[in-house]
């Protein structure tokens, strides 16, 4: 956020806080312990909205449930900032000393009355303001969001124009209120830290950043690369165009987790070189040259990962890795080795260190202060520092300090696929409490909630299709069909159905999901697909 | 979206951002006063609000303690931390017995001793302990003799409820503590899968309409087994090790690391024996969890291993 790649709070905030918006996340299943914060402020109090197509068991606990259709969030976000300015609830000091772009915001957001939110989103429009009325007057107001904004086309507009409301209220930069992306992945926040991201290096620091660059020059005796690479859907495309012709995954199976599973599985196989370093024998693996077997890094391997309060922690070797699978950081190195630079034995603290030398958000978590505070937060800029609690108090200093944050007006624009008399019904995907991803950590464990693949739909479009519990039916998209079985789900509305991607080898979800993506981001639309379900047996 | 506009967005991305100028701070809550009361003759002081339980542990005395843990919140169930606080006409307990200035506290009187003795040997005559950490010690500082209620007392024996492939509840341990209700319920989990049912001796632990785990509520985060103080809650890979002869726990080591799954970020401690993972914890002080997990965090580890723990 403006600047650093992290959400701004702490899980103490959600329960310090006075109001808690959660926006396309289904925080109880798919983040179970950050609910558990989210319960306790609930219970001293505080007041739970929920913006989700789904009524999800996150929203049983919410005061209000806005239920919008798949792919409206922009419509319904300016429409509460409209509203908010249109009631006197903006926060004028604020947005004067800390924001720019203010008047092109409001100008953008004019339009987007709360009947036209209502005609766009399917959500009533007396909803809407209850929302934005009550975000712009709780005193401390937390903003979070999971893929539910990300997976869509027009992701990183989704995101800012939910930032906008934030710095229209000042709920940011303060104890008790900020905006908050809840990471997926026990290190896709460290990840991206660390710098692997096209356009990053450690520390989150931009390759095309001279000044930035000639520092890792120097520290490492070469010259960097002065620009960025291609993020995963780039990388797909290059594949497409034949630019790409050698590719070397570490823990991903996109062939089973990218949407458009039959495009992704042709690029792979028409690669020159594959190479996957894993855990298992995955199904990108089974397309590779060369499969290295790796170590699992949570428990048998020393490290760190970083948390969606962005507190760095240490992983601990638990457990020897099996037969001949080896640390990440042992293949890495012996690679490096047979490539020419040795560089001596791999010691993970001591890359470590290395990473504190070139990143100054780091450069105060040694491994013995990890340890002794149970994880640290960044920026920790010395050993004294005590890493921060929320980013950009910065910008509540009179006058501020650094750049002020931009507004940027955005644009509702529906999903790329519109429903139609051939594909009526809106897909969208998620995860479930017990299962994860496409299952290979997860679909080892005997697991007395896992029931396979279904299509979730309301009792409403089942009597219509005339279909019930457990009926095998074919769902199509524009891009391929699988079967299978039917579960009615009444926190599903009319018109939307939905799958997981948790059981591939049994049903490819992916085969039918659209990889329309975000120009800017890349992220695939696996929200919103238009789909028909046909019974197999009339 | 004007065009200068965009490069201040670009620009705010493409530099560091600025340092904070002061460090972002929590807002300052009044510290509490001191107050000071007298343990057992000592003078002791302690912050207004703790408990006698902390004012105790705070000089080093040590009170035995079943049903309460810091992170639920008391419901005075077992009794056995009561002291004698002059002025009360009962024992009270100290688990939930707020301190206050001026009181004059006994641990260690005969009144003190004799309740603590009687409710060890009450809970020893009708549940199987021998699971229960510190128990045999505490009944031999209070010189606690269950078996002098004769071999037929009655007890709360019954078969294991093995209904589901998490977890297994041997009630025969149960001690009626509430904490796994607790844990279930507003202090942590908020499911509500479990709850009290039945009066007096009959009272258990069960689920809605007792059916079995598959058919109830329950999510299996195996937050109850976290907090059961008598291992009547127990992996299923535990139990089945117990009943083979080869859970072995001076062969088990506990390395605390980050869970795989989603970015929250919860602290597992992992308890391996023979190189394998056998049990899921997690610490109560670690900020993110206060030790509570998922059925993911707590039960999904078997993808490390060849073959699912237990099996061993």
């Known amino acids: 956020m403006f600047g ?216 490492w005796g070469v010259a960097v690369p002065p620009e960025r690479g291609w993020h995963l859907t780039g990388m797909f495309e290059a594949m497409d165009r034949g630019e790409l012709r050698g590719l070397y995954v570490l823990g991903e199976n996109p062939a089973q987790s990218e949407a458009d599973q039959h495009r992704t599985i042709r690029l792979l196989e028409g690669l020159e070189h594959l190479v996957v370093q894993d855990l298992f024998l995955t199904r990108t693996a089974e397309l590779a040259d060369v499969v290295l077997p ?34 990440d950081l042992e293949i890495v190195f012996e690679i490096a080795r047979r490539l020419g630079a040795d560089w001596g034995a791999p010691d993970p603290e001591a890359v470590w260190d290395e990473l504190r030398r070139v990143s100054p958000a780091h450069a105060g978590m040694s491994y013995a202060r990890l340890e002794e505070l149970g994880g640290i937060q960044w920026p920790c800029w010395d050993d004294q520092h005590p890493g921060e609690l929320f980013l950009h108090s910065r910008l509540w200093e009179r006058p501020v300090v650094g750049p002020r944050a931009g507004f940027h007006p955005c644009t509702h624009e529906p999903p790329i696929e519109a429903l139609d008399a051939e594909y009526p019904l809106r897909l969208t995907t998620g995860r479930r409490l017990s299962e994860y991803n496409t299952g290979v950590q997860s679909g080892a464990y005997a697991n007395p909630l896992r029931r396979r693949e279904t299509l979730d739909i309301s009792p409403e479009d089942a009597a219509r299709l005339g279909v019930g519990e457990g009926e095998v039916v074919r769902v199509s998209s524009r891009r391929g069909a699988v079967d299978v079985p039917i579960h009615l789900d009444d926190a599903l509305r009319p018109g939307l159905t939905f799958m997981t991607f948790h059981f591939p080898d049994d049903v490819a979800t992916n085969l039918i999901t659209i990889d329309a993506t975000d120009p800017k981001a890349g992220t695939a639309e696996f929200k919103a697909a238009a789909i028909r379900v046909d019974r197999l047996s009339p | 979206m004007s065009a200068d506009h965009d490069d201040g967005a670009d620009r705010v991305w493409f530099e560091p951002p600025p340092r904070s100028v002061r460090l972002p701070m929590a807002p300052p809550t009044p510290a509490p006063a001191t107050i000071t009361l007298e343990i057992d003759g000592r003078e002791v002081q302690v912050a207004d609000g703790s408990s006698l339980l902390d004012a105790c542990a705070s000089i080093g005395v040590e009170t035995p303690t079943l049903c309460f843990l810091k992170t639920l919140t008391p419901v005075n169930a077992c009794r056995v931390c009561v002291v004698e606080l002059e002025g009360s006409r009962t024992l009270v307990p100290s688990c939930a017995r707020k301190a206050e200035a001026g009181m004059k506290v006994h641990t260690d009187s005969p009144r003190v001793r004799l309740s603590r003795k009687l409710v060890l040997e009450l809970l020893g005559s009708s549940v199987d302990l021998s699971q229960a950490p510190d128990v045999a010690r505490w009944m031999a500082r209070y010189d606690a003799h269950p078996e002098r209620f004769g071999a037929d007392a009655a007890t709360v024996a019954q078969p294991v409820k093995d209904d589901n492939d998490l977890y297994v509840r041997d009630y025969a341990r149960c001690i009626l503590c509430y904490k796994c209700v607790e844990a279930c319920g507003t202090d942590a989990q908020n499911t509500f899968a479990i709850a009290v049912a039945g009066r007096g001796f009959d009272a258990r632990v069960a689920t809605e309409a007792d059916v079995p785990l598959p058919a109830s509520a329950c999510v299996y985060c195996g937050n109850c087994i976290g907090v059961c103080p008598t291992n009547a809650l127990v992996f299923k890979s535990e139990h089945v090790m117990r009943g083979k002869g080869t859970w072995a726990p001076e062969r088990q080591t506990t390395t605390d690391t980050i869970c795989s799954y989603c970015g929250v970020g919860c602290t597992l401690t992992l308890h391996a024996q023979d190189g394998r993972i056998v049990k899921v914890t997690s610490p109560l002080d670690a900020s993110v969890t206060e030790g509570n997990l998922c059925i993911k965090g707590r039960f999904g580890f078997d993808f490390v291993d060849d073959e699912p723990a237990g099996d061993g």
């Not at chain 1, 000393?97 to 009947?115: D, K, M, S």
């Not at chain 1, 490290?303 to 969606?308: A, D, R």
Request: one cysteine or more; glycine letters at 10%; proline letters at 5%.
């Open chain 1, 4 to 219: 650093a790649g992290g959400g701004t709070s702490s899980y103490r905030e959600i329960e310090e806080t006075d109001l808690v918006l959660l926006w396309g996340s289904n925080a109880r299943e798919t983040h179970p312990i950050f609910f558990h914060h989210v319960l306790k402020g609930l219970h001293r109090g505080g007041r739970l909205v929920t913006v989700d197509p789904r009524r999800t068991s996150s929203a049983q606990w919410a005061d209000l449930w806005l239920g919008l259709d798949v792919g409206s969030d922009i419509a319904v976000a300016n429409a509460v900032g409209r509203e908010i300015i249109a009631a006197g609830l903006a926060n004028q000091e604020f947005i004067a000393e800390a924001t720019t772009g203010f008047e092109a915001y409001r100008a953008a957001v004019e339009p987007c009355t709360l009947a036209w939110a209502e005609a766009q989103s399917g959500v009533p429009a007396e909803a809407i303001r209850e929302l934005a009325h009550a975000y712009a007057t709780a005193p401390r107001a937390m903003l979070c969001w999971t893929l539910g904004i990300t997976e869509h086309h027009n992701a990183v507009d989704n995101v800012l124009s939910l930032i906008n409301l934030a710095l229209l209220c000042g709920h940011v930069g303060r104890f008790g209120s900020g905006i908050n992306p809840l990471r997926g992945q026990n290190n896709v926040q460290g990840g991206g830290d660390m710098g692997a991201l096209p356009d990053r290096l450690p520390g989150f620091q931009h390759v095309e950043n001279a000044p930035l660059r000639a520092r890792f020059d120097a520290a």
């Open chain 1, 294 to 327: 790796a170590a699992a890094g949570w428990c048998e391997s020393d490290g760190t990962v970083t948390n969606s309060e962005r507190r760095v922690q240490r992983v601990r070797r638990a457990v020897p890795p099996p037969g001949a699978a080896r640390d």
